[in-house]
């Protein structure tokens, strides 16, 4: 698990453009030409939404102390530095890559296997890097929109990501006794946690969205490009003066 293979990772940090409605653009200018299949898919992962995860992660709030939480967290988010410092250095971005083996190397020891973030303490930067994002980095496009079930959006360039990502962990060659049960609990807890972290924002989401599936889809390419970017205003399109 290098991260938690979901919509929320999609609307993770989108709050902030959580308020649209319904995009009216249609299928082919959003490049969803499965339109219909996505949706019914959509439906599909909504439903296993509020009938599992929506209620795990309500009861993991309310039986686990927040200081617990946050070190399940950072343990888990530790975890998956050792892919995006892959990524960090495929991408040709030493100072990151410098920063991620900084954060990855303090908190491995100091903060206890991650459990404590003292890298951020220290003043070292955190972001997250994966082979989708590599993928895109060296020109290689989105593909059409994907829905898939569990997994929510799927476009082919960020599915090869995921994949790549596995084999870049280095747990990924480390076999132990429970290694397989390791394997669960690591991904079915990342799981958990970012769906525990974003109960309220999903909520929101859904209460401010008119067609939800038409707003996930624009705020995961919103979220996707800006990882891409790391961060940095698009230019692309502004008019040439």
């Known amino acids: 698990m290098v991260y938690a293979q979901s919509m929320l990772v999609a609307l993770l940090i989108s709050l902030g453009v959580a308020g649209c409605a319904a995009q009216e653009s249609t299928s082919r200018d959003q490049n969803d030409p499965y339109e219909s299949m996505n949706r019914a898919i959509f439906a599909g992962n909504q439903s296993l939404d509020r009938i599992i995860a929506l209620p795990v992660a309500r009861f993991y709030n309310r039986a686990v102390p927040e200081p617990a939480r946050a070190g399940i967290h950072n343990a888990l988010y530790n975890l998956d530095?050792?892919?995006?410092?892959?990524?960090?250095?495929?991408?040709?971005?030493?100072?990151?890559?410098?920063?991620?083996?900084?954060?990855?190397?303090?908190?491995?020891?100091?903060?206890?296997?991650?459990?404590?973030?003292?890298?951020?303490?220290?003043g070292i930067p955190n972001h997250t890097e994966d082979f989708g994002q590599t993928l895109a980095v060296y020109g290689v496009g989105e593909g059409p929109y994907l829905v898939l079930p569990l997994l929510g959006p799927a476009p082919p360039r960020d599915l090869a990501g995921r994949v790549v990502d596995n084999f870049l962990d280095p747990l990924t060659y480390v076999k132990f006794h429970g290694y397989y049960a390791w394997t669960a609990v690591r991904a079915g807890m990342g799981l958990v946690d970012l769906r525990a972290r974003n109960i309220d924002t999903l909520e929101q989401i859904e209460r401010s969205s008119v067609d939800v599936y038409a707003s996930e889809r624009s705020l995961y390419r919103q979220y996707r490009n800006s990882e891409i970017r790391n961060g940095k205003q698009d230019v692309s399109d502004l008019p040439d003066l």
């Open 81 to 122: 530095q050792p892919v995006t410092l892959a990524n960090d250095v495929l991408q040709g971005e030493p100072t990151r890559a410098s920063q991620t083996f900084g954060r990855l190397i303090v908190n491995s020891t100091i903060g206890v296997c991650g459990v404590f973030d003292e890298a951020s303490r220290l």
